[in-house]
């Protein structure tokens, strides 16, 4: 694959934030043409287009940071102008602390960045999946609260500590929800049912809430991906954040590229005479979780899983390794899938219980 340098005429940097842009014109060799500032609005947005086009009539890329927050309505703009969006990380901080940092030295390594980069990011597709990402966020505020929940007993005073925490989840949120205080108590046990309650309510309303919004998530991944949903361990909402970081066809080069964006890649940790591989803890955390939880359902429902684990075990690995494989093999499963969904809805019992040898 070329460098990105030797497909077009200048690439534009973007620095986005919340009120501004900071944009930086720089050329394939580059050097920095032009620089400016805008608005972020549809007004700032015409304005740096018709900008752009001055300086570079030709060929030309725009390489945005933040296209999934601050950068969301630049980069919908420019994807409707039929203009070419790559996507760049934020940059890492310099050590030395008394490095310079504004906004334009930032547009202007973004530029720089893409046309270094070997592998260019395409930007996330909004329409459906922007549609799962904030019912998905709705949907996981519960866990949240749950975690707030569980926080605040751990550090509750003594009597009531040991009450809730030989409860399970369920009966510990019933409880709290109930939980009143006494104008005889210490004012740090009543602060904290207090708490506690409060907390508790709040856990039930997003419960209910999230109940309604998984059946919106279920039709709208049935629509995009039914194979996806027939994966024995797959439901609504590992699916739906399944598809949120995948987006669409194309978006990465390979399958191997997908796994190390989900962070089931293995990683080489061979020293000496010990030749083995570690569990990649870098990636797309959510999409991580969601491989890990489809994984936990297959080694405790699939026969072929329980048999592929048990002979790993017997060959001394451990079950993080087992894991480690199976995770990697779900990905390849999911990303041949989503990529070609036609050429495997054939193949659906084989999706279904997948070979399992994975290094």
């Known amino acids: 694959m070329t460098m990105l340098a030797e497909r077009v005429d200048g690439v534009i940097g973007v620095?986005?934030?919340?009120?501004?842009?900071?944009?930086?014109?720089?050329?394939?060799?580059?050097?920095?043409?032009?620089?400016?500032?805008s608005p972020?609005?549809?007004?700032?947005y015409r304005r740096l287009l018709d900008f752009v086009r001055q300086h570079i009539p030709g060929r030309r890329c725009w390489a945005l940071e933040g296209v999934g927050s601050f950068g969301a309505g630049l980069a919908t703009f420019l994807d409707q102008a039929g203009e070419q969006v790559v996507e760049v990380l934020h940059p890492k901080r310099t050590p030395d602390r008394g490095g310079r940092k504004t906004d334009m030295i930032d547009a202007?390594?973004?530029?720089?960045d893409a046309l270094a980069a070997e592998h260019l990011i395409q930007p996330r597709v909004r329409g459906e999946r922007e549609a799962l990402r904030v019912l998905l966020v709705t949907v996981l505020a519960s866990t949240a609260a749950i975690n707030q929940l569980k926080n605040l007993i751990v550090s509750a005073p003594d009597g009531l500590r040991a009450e809730l925490r030989k409860l399970k989840r369920p009966a510990q949120i019933s409880r709290c929800a109930q939980l009143r205080e006494?104008?005889?108590?210490?004012?740090?046990?009543?602060m904290t049912v207090r708490a506690l309650r409060s907390?508790?309510?709040?856990i039930k309303a997003l419960q209910a809430e999230a109940k309604e919004l998984e059946d919106e998530i279920l039709s709208i991944v049935q629509q995009l991906a039914p194979e996806l949903l027939a994966l024995l361990g797959v439901g609504p909402i590992t699916g739906a954040q399944i598809l949120i970081s995948w987006?669409?066809?194309?978006?990465?080069?390979?399958?191997?590229?997908?796994a190390a964006f989900a962070g089931v890649a293995p990683i080489p940790a061979s020293s000496g005479l010990t030749n083995r591989h570690r569990i990649n803890r870098s990636g797309d955390r959510q999409l991580n979780r969601a491989l890990h939880t489809i994984t936990l359902i297959r080694m405790r429902l699939d026969p072929a899983t329980k048999t592929y684990v048990a002979r790993r075990s017997a060959e001394g690995k451990t079950s993080r390794?087992?894991?480690?494989?199976?995770?990697r093999t779900i990905c390849r499963q999911i990303f041949k899938l989503l990529e070609h969904p036609t050429r495997t809805a054939s193949r659906h019992l084989q999706i279904t219980r997948p070979p399992l040898d994975a290094t």
């Open 40 to 44: 972020a609005n549809a007004r700032g």
């Open 15 to 37: 620095d986005t934030h919340r009120d501004t842009l900071a944009a930086a014109v720089v050329s394939p060799i580059g050097a920095v043409l032009a620089s400016t500032d």
């Open 108 to 112: 202007i390594r973004a530029a720089k």
């Open 321 to 327: 390794d087992a894991q480690r494989c199976l995770k």
């Open 182 to 190: 006494r104008p005889a108590q210490c004012i740090e046990r009543r």
């Open 247 to 258: 987006s669409h066809p194309g978006r990465f080069r390979s399958e191997a590229a997908f």
């Open 199 to 202: 907390t508790a309510q709040r």
